[in-house]
C-alpha cells in the first residue's frame, strides 16, 4: 500500500490519523497542525520534535 493514502499510524498527540507528505518526507497530522520527520528512514513521532504547519500549508496538501 502506497503512502500518499491514510497510513495506519495515529498521531501521538490525538490518535487521529497521519498522512504521508511526500515532497517533505514526512507524516503529518490535519487536526494537530503537526508535522513529524522522518529521520533515516525511522518516523520520529515525540510531539517536541514535530514541527508547526500553517493552515494553508495543511490546504495546499489537501489539494493533492
Known sequence: RGRGDVYKRQ???????LLWNEKKKEFYCRSDMKAFPVIDGIPCMVPTEAREMKEEEIE???KK
Open 11 to 17: 498521531c501521538p498527540l490525538c490518535k487521529g490519523p
Open 60 to 62: 495546499e496538501l489537501d
